[in-house]
């Protein structure tokens, strides 16, 4: 799943490795389903997994320690629809 490269952790799969919000938590936010409060949200959220997370290298540097992080819906994976993954950039 993860490979350390000097203090970095690029991973296929899995669970994301955030420093803000969890990843399934933005994506279902931007489906627009709601809220943390609302369990249409939740609902979405769990629908979510981590396609690919990338994180800085000395070679690749986005901020302050930041990942960027692509997901897609369980349904749109297993429809090999990637034309509906989300894209978030996680930074310090």
Do not use: C, K, N
Request: glycine share 10%; hydrophobic share 40%.
């Amino acid at each position: 799943y993860g490979h350390r490269h000097h203090g970095s952790r690029h991973q296929v799969g899995g669970h994301a490795m955030v420093l803000q919000s969890p990843f399934e938590a933005v994506a279902a936010a931007r489906q627009g389903a709601g809220w943390y409060d609302e369990e249409s949200f939740y609902a979405e959220a769990r629908q979510w997994v981590l396609l690919l997370q990338l994180d800085e290298t000395p070679h690749m540097i986005w901020g302050d320690g930041a990942h960027i992080i692509w997901g897609i819906r369980r349904d749109h994976l297993a429809a090999r629809d990637f034309s509906r993954t989300v894209f978030d950039a996680q930074g310090h």
